[in-house]
Nanobody, 123 residues
Framework: QVQLVESGGGLVQAGGSLRLSCAGS????????MGWFRQAPGKERELVAAITWTGSTTYYAESAKGRFTIFRENAKATVYLQMNSLKIEDTAVYYCVAASSLVGIRTHAVGYWGQGTQVTVSS
């Protein structure tokens, strides 16, 4: 069974930091791009960040630039999202995804989704 399992969510004050992790299992993700979407209550799901298999290319939503960093450890089949300077509007469920290409993630042609982890930023 293919799984993407997120961890690291929680409650943090505005201005604080969190690091999300996503570990893949059940198949090899060699060559796969990975990324993070988020969905806040009453809002559409949005792509936050994505990274190619090699890590040579990344994508960030405007809202994430300068504050979030995506990186991966392929030996552990794990992708991370380091989130700094968190804002109340970052509150959402964050989902890890894997797709055959970065373009696939950006066009929401995603092969695999995690179950999501809640991030809540308080004032």
């Amino acid at each position: 069974q293919v799984q993407l399992v997120e961890s690291g969510g929680g409650l943090v004050q505005a201005g604080g930091s969190l690091r999300l992790s996503c570990a893949g299992s059940g198949r090899t993700f060699v060559g796969y791009a990975m990324g993070w979407f988020r969905q806040a209550p009453g809002k559409e799901r949005e792509l936050v960040a994505a990274i190619t298999w090699t890590g040579s290319t990344t994508y960030y939503a405007e809202s994430a630039k300068g504050r979030f960093t995506i990186f991966r450890e392929n030996a552990k089949a794990t992708v991370y999202l380091q989130m700094n300077s968190l804002k109340i509007e970052d509150t959402a469920v964050y989902y890890c995804v894997a797709a055959s290409s970065l373009v696939g993630i950006r066009t929401h042609a995603v092969g695999y989704w995690g179950q999501g982890t809640q991030v809540t930023v308080s004032s």
